[in-house]
């Protein structure tokens, strides 16, 4: 069965340092998320991705983030000068339509610290 | 808010007892849809449930939505220890583009 996968399992990294996570979402499918879970919280949606741009963003996803689907298959999320409150799980999903009938396969995450 | 929420937020029951979870949300949606997540992995999908449904089944879950009262129940029946889990109802509306809201998850413990 196709699955969502996501690259680093953890990535630690220092306060003010940049960091690219990566996901390779479901080949078929055409809508792209970022969501975030902080330690014991809900999961909190980021942003979507359809037709190569950004199609809806919370408030969480400021200036310092980014995302992009650099080829046909990865779309990655660019945290430009992580802070200690961004330590968290971050998941990658994906949707083959945004019709009433189908889901968000999410990946396993990552988990970020910064430090 | 759009935001689901769960409850109990927290249900401890013993091997073989069926587990209840409620969810509730505010706002219309497309479907509802319920996730698993074990300590500190993804999350897992367990099942949607589209606006016009009113309740669905898949091996020992059982979902139902009332959108009249802007909930649904998700019953895990026979429960296992391996069903010790997080679980999260997820909402998608239209009218709130293209995300998913999610709750604040009721922690199942299933004790053996």
């Known amino acids: 069965e196709p699955e969502v996968t996501q690259t680093p399992s953890h990535q630690v990294t220092q306060m003010g340092q940049e960091v690219i996570l990566r996901c390779v979402p479901i080949s078929n499918h055409l809508y792209f998320y970022w969501y975030r879970q902080i330690l014991g919280q809900k999961v909190e949606f980021l942003v979507s991705?359809?037709?190569?741009?950004?199609?809806?963003k919370s408030e969480i996803f400021d200036d310092q983030f980014s995302v992009e689907r650099p080829d046909g298959s990865n779309f990655t999320l660019k945290i430009r000068s992580t802070k200690l409150e961004d330590s968290a799980m971050y998941f990658c999903?994906?949707?083959?339509?945004?019709?009433?009938?189908?889901?968000?396969?999410f990946g396993p995450g990552t988990r970020l610290t910064v430090t | 808010s759009q935001q689901g929420e769960e409850d109990p937020q927290a249900l401890s029951i013993q091997e073989g007892e069926n587990a209840t979870m409620n969810c509730s949300y505010k706002t219309s949606i497309n479907n509802l849809q319920w996730y698993r997540q074990n300590s500190g992995r993804g999350l897992v999908h367990l099942i949607l449930i589209r606006s016009n449904e009113r309740e669905k089944h898949s091996g020992r879950l059982r979902v139902t939505l009332d959108t009249s009262k802007k909930s649904s129940s998700l019953l895990i029946t026979a429960s296992r220890a391996a069903d010790t889990a997080s679980y999260f109802c997820?909402?998608?509306?239209?009218?709130?583009?293209?995300?998913?809201?999610f709750g604040t998850g009721t922690s199942l413990t299933v004790i053996p």
């Open positions: 999903a994906s949707r083959r339509d945004r019709a009433g009938g189908y889901e968000q396969y």
């Open positions: 997820a909402t998608d509306g239209a009218a709130f583009g293209n995300q998913f809201y």
């Open positions: 991705f359809y037709n190569n741009e950004i199609s809806e």
